[in-house]
């Protein structure tokens, strides 16, 4: 998404056309608002916000997050030096 054309209405443009440009360009998805060539908002179509809220109002999902989960992991019993893990490796892949 970050490489798409941002849909920008300059301050200008919607001093000029009021409610209308900002309705034409919503057709192109959301719209940037610039003010002084800097970004001051984004206007999103009504049928949006109400997905973003329903998205919003749903309820967490139940269990652990994926850092719980990897917090949860047993950690080594005793660390391994550089030589024990290579010599484990070499034993792992003879065939």
Do not use: F
């Not at 001093?15 to 001051?40: D, F, M, T, W, Y």
């Not at 109400?50 to 919003?56: E, F």
């Not at 309820?59 to 994926?66: D, F, I, R, V």
């Not at 047993?74 to 484990?88: G, L, M, N, V, W």
């Amino acid at each position: 998404m970050a490489d798409q054309p941002l849909n920008v209405l300059r301050s200008a443009e919607l001093k000029r056309g009021g409610i209308a440009a900002v309705e034409q360009a919503l057709r192109a998805g959301p719209v940037h608002l610039l003010k002084r060539n800097s970004p001051a908002a984004v206007v999103i179509s009504e049928a949006e916000y109400n997905r973003l809220r329903r998205l919003a109002d749903r309820p967490a999902a139940a269990g652990p997050s994926c850092l719980d989960w990897l917090l949860a992991l047993p950690s080594a019993a005793t660390a391994r030096s550089k030589q024990e893990i290579d010599a484990e490796l070499r034993q792992e892949r003879e065939w």
